[in-house]
Nanobody
């Protein structure tokens, strides 16, 4: 079992940056691929980024490629999402998830989410 807790969300102006963190409990963090997903009001949840167990491979949605960077620190049981050049359309609740394979998953464990709001 893995418990995930996101942090780092907030309100930022367009063009600004935020870094999300997702802290995982348990000693098996490095056994999981990790992903970030987001859900905007009235929309379905969508894939944002994923990283392999070792951190050697990363994957991004086209909409965030070149602006967002996913990384992980297995010693700290934490995965990060650095978000630069934020746009109003990035506004959503962001969730981290743990799963078997990046990027396809399946993702079995989910955090509670953190709100990101980008003002124009």
């Amino acid at each position: 079992q893995v418990q995930l807790v996101e942090s780092g969300g907030g309100l930022v102006q367009a063009g600004g940056s935020l870094r999300l963190s997702c802290a995982a409990s348990g000693r098996t963090f490095s056994s999981y691929a990790m992903g970030w997903f987001r859900q905007a009001p009235g929309k379905e949840r969508e894939f944002v980024a994923a990283i392999s167990r070792s951190g050697g491979s990363t994957y991004y949605a086209d909409s965030v490629k070149g602006r967002f960077t996913i990384s992980r620190d297995n010693a700290k049981n934490t995965v990060y999402l650095q978000m630069n050049s934020l746009k109003p359309e990035d506004t959503a609740v962001y969730y981290c998830a743990a799963g078997l394979w990046a990027p396809a998953g399946p993702y079995d464990y989910w955090g509670q989410g953190t709100q990101v709001t980008v003002s124009s």
